[in-house]
């Protein structure tokens, strides 16, 4: 188990999941295109954050995808703005979404850029993020989360 998993019971990890939600759409929400990992740091004060982010689609306010990690600065300031072919970029994702007929991955960078809007919670215990994960999917309904199992 990882060392950061405080132990507690599903009860517990589950009261949570409302507090993250709420605080998920209650928190600023920021254009992808200015989110560096730097300027993630800014927004914590601190240099690696555990927690959830949401990516909302700024014309409609939708949130289309949730994600978990254990630094949210680098996940959100660098692994969804890379070009590679990796399973942590959304921009993939966006770019094998038929009706946004998008022509290359810098395309589909763009658009994320372009349309998005980004907001975090810190959720420091590894289970209560993976289960809000999953929690936040289900309740706001994002359209770009697999859960498939490999």
């Given at each position: 188990?990882?060392?950061?998993?405080?132990?507690?019971?599903?009860?517990?990890?589950?009261r949570?999941?409302?507090?993250?939600?709420?605080a998920?759409?209650a928190?600023?929400?920021?254009?992808?295109?200015?989110?560096?990992?730097?300027?993630?740091?800014?927004?914590?004060?601190?240099?690696?954050?555990?927690?959830?982010?949401?990516?909302?689609?700024?014309?409609t306010?939708?949130a289309?995808?949730?994600?978990?990690?254990?630094?949210?600065?680098?996940?959100?300031?660098s692994?969804?703005?890379?070009?590679?072919?990796?399973l942590?970029?959304?921009?993939?994702?966006?770019?094998?979404?038929?009706?946004?007929?998008?022509?290359?991955?810098?395309?589909?960078?763009?658009?994320?850029?372009?349309?998005?809007?980004?907001?975090?919670?810190?959720?420091?215990?590894?289970?209560?993020?993976?289960?809000?994960?999953?929690?936040?999917?289900?309740?706001?309904?994002?359209?770009?989360?697999?859960?498939?199992?490999?």
């Amino acid at each position: 188990m990882p060392k950061e998993v405080a132990a507690m019971n599903w009860e517990e990890i589950y009261r949570q999941l409302p507090g993250i939600l709420n605080a998920l759409t209650a928190s600023p929400r920021y254009p992808v295109r200015n989110l560096t990992e730097a300027e993630v740091g800014k927004i914590f004060g601190e240099r690696e954050t555990p927690g959830l982010y949401v990516f909302w689609l700024a014309k409609t306010g939708k949130a289309d995808y949730v994600g978990r990690t254990k630094n949210i600065q680098r996940q959100v300031g660098s692994q969804h703005r890379l070009l590679a072919n990796t399973l942590t970029s959304l921009t993939v994702t966006l770019l094998r979404d038929p009706p946004l007929k998008l022509n290359g991955q810098r395309a589909a960078r763009e658009y994320l850029f372009d349309n998005y809007e980004a907001s975090f919670v810190k959720v420091p215990d590894f289970l209560v993020r993976a289960a809000a994960e999953l929690y936040v999917h289900i309740q706001l309904g994002t359209k770009y989360n697999s859960f498939d199992e490999r």
